[in-house]
């Protein structure tokens, strides 16, 4: 779909008469979901061909993931909390999942730097374009590559500030 100059992926979801999504049609890729006990215990793609597995445990939560991509299978681990939510994802040689350049969530990081109100519309720009909140700080010049990318380091926004 080209809305405005701009080029978005349409996605469309599939669901059983259980609420559960069945197919996700992502461009022209298709993942089709199979489920055990109310849980997604695979995926195929459009010809069949499993794409992931999932580990189920006894309390009915994914405990991991295997996924297999065109010349490798990845493993995820999921850790769970108190609550049983999905606190963390480590992959299998240790390092955590990255999903924060995807996240609109981010921009809270920004706003020492650019200011609650800018950050708040580069959200809602990144939310209603699809585009992320790290490109559309660089097209607009609110700050340059390195300040973004020391700002939005993992690790220096999921930890404590220390005062001097």
Request: charged share 25%; net charge negative.
């Amino acid at each position: 779909m080209t809305k405005d100059g701009k080029t978005a992926v349409i996605q469309q979801n599939i669901y059983n008469g259980e609420g559960q999504r069945i197919q996700k049609i992502d461009g022209d890729e298709t993942i089709n979901y199979y489920y055990q006990d109310g849980v997604v215990a695979y995926t195929t793609d459009t010809d069949g061909n499993q794409n992931s597995q999932n580990l189920i445990g006894t309390d009915g939560n994914v405990l991991a993931t295997e996924r297999f991509q065109q010349n490798a299978t990845q493993y995820y681990l999921y850790n769970k909390d108190i609550q049983g939510s999905t606190s963390s994802l480590v992959k299998e040689a240790g390092q955590c999942e990255e999903y924060i350049e995807k996240s609109v969530g981010i921009s809270t990081a920004l706003c020492p730097y650019i200011g609650y109100a800018k950050s708040a519309e580069i959200a809602k720009k990144s939310l209603k374009t699809g585009i992320s909140v790290k490109e559309l700080v660089l097209e607009e010049g609110l700050l340059k590559e390195e300040e973004l990318k020391e700002i939005l380091k993992p690790e220096k926004m999921t930890q404590p500030m220390r005062k001097k």
